[in-house]
T-cell receptor
Framework: GAGVSQSPRYKVAKRGQDVALRCDPISGHVSLFWYQQALGQGPEFLTYFQNEAQLDKSGLPSDRFFAERPEGSVSTLKIQRTQQEDSAVYLC?????????????????FGEGSWLTVV | SQQGEEDPQALSIQEGENATMNCSYKTSINNLQWYRQNSGRGLVHLILIRSNEREKHSGRLRVTLDTSKKSSSLLITASRAADTASYFCAETSGSRLTFGEGTQLTVNP
C-alpha cells in the first residue's frame, strides 16, 4: 500500500495477556517510530529504528515493552503481561530519511494506529 | 512527558469563522511542526516552521513562531466543517517529536 499500515486496528486483551502489534512502513523508508497515545492526550515517543537497528528505546515505559524490526522493514511492538494502563492507541510512523533529519524538518508519515484496550 | 502545551484544549466555532490555536514549548527548537488528527485516525503533517522564521503560510493555514516567548500559533481561516479534528504542535529534538496535548476543534456547519 501507499501508506503506513498497522494491524490489528483494534485489540482487546485480558489483563496479563501478551500482545503483538504490527507495522508495515512505507516501502523503502529507513526510519521507523513507535508512539503511544492515551485517550485525550498527544502521542508520546516510544522507540526509533534506523533500518534494523533500534537506536533509541528510551521512551519504552517498562521492560514489558519490546520492539523489533529484524529485516529493516516490518516492525512489531510486543507488550508482555498487559496491564490496564497500557490501554492506548499505538501509532507507527516511518520516514524516508534518517531520524536526525526530523530536527531539520523531515516529514514522517503516521499509520492509523492500533487501538489496545486491556480489560 | 508532554512538553508542548496547546490552548485552548477545545474550540467550537461556526463554519466560515477563523480558528486560532496556541502552543507553548519549553526547549530550544530547530523547528516546530503542526499536525492534524481526525477522530480515530493517524496524524497528518500540516506545516513546519523553522526557528529562524516568524510566520509561514500554507493555503488557509498560517503559523507564527515567537522564539522569545517559546510559543507558536496556528490560524485556520474560513473554517469548514471538514476542519473538525484535533490539532497538535510538536517540537523536534534529535530523532523524536514531542507533542503537546492538542486542541480539539469543532467547526459547526
Amino acid at each position: 500500500g501507499a501508506g503506513v499500515s498497522q494491524s490489528p486496528r483494534y485489540k482487546v486483551a485480558k489483563r496479563g495477556q501478551d500482545v503483538a502489534l504490527r507495522c508495515d512502513p512505507i516501502s523503502g523508508h529507513v526510519s521507523l517510530f513507535w508512539y503511544q497515545q492515551a485517550l485525550g492526550q498527544g502521542p508520546e515517543f516510544l522507540t526509533y529504528f534506523q533500518n534494523e537497528a533500534q537506536l533509541d528505546k528510551s521512551g519504552l515505559p517498562s521492560d514489558r515493552f519490546f520492539a523489533e524490526r529484524p529485516e529493516g522493514s516490518v516492525s512489531t511492538l510486543k507488550i508482555q503481561r498487559t496491564q490496564q494502563e497500557d490501554s492506548a492507541v499505538y501509532l507507527c510512523a516511518s520516514s524516508p530519511r534518517l531520524a536526525g533529519s526530523v530536527s531539520s524538518g523531515n516529514t514522517i508519515y503516521f499509520g492509523e494506529g492500533s487501538w489496545l484496550t486491556v480489560v | 512527558s508532554q512538553q508542548g502545551e496547546e490552548d485552548p484544549q477545545a474550540l467550537s466555532i461556526q463554519e466560515g469563522e477563523n480558528a486560532t490555536m496556541n502552543c507553548s514549548y519549553k526547549t530550544s527548537i530547530n523547528n516546530l511542526q503542526w499536525y492534524r488528527q481526525n477522530s480515530g485516525r493517524g496524524l497528518v503533517h500540516l506545516i513546519l516552521i523553522r526557528s529562524n522564521e516568524r510566520e509561514k503560510h500554507s493555503g488557509r493555514l498560517r503559523v507564527t513562531l515567537d522564539t522569545s516567548k517559546k510559543s507558536s500559533s496556528l490560524l485556520i481561516t474560513a473554517s469548514r466543517a471538514a476542519d473538525t479534528a484535533s490539532y497538535f504542535c510538536a517540537e523536534t529534538s534529535g530523532s523524536r517529536l514531542t507533542f503537546g496535548e492538542g486542541t480539539q476543534l469543532t467547526v459547526n456547519p
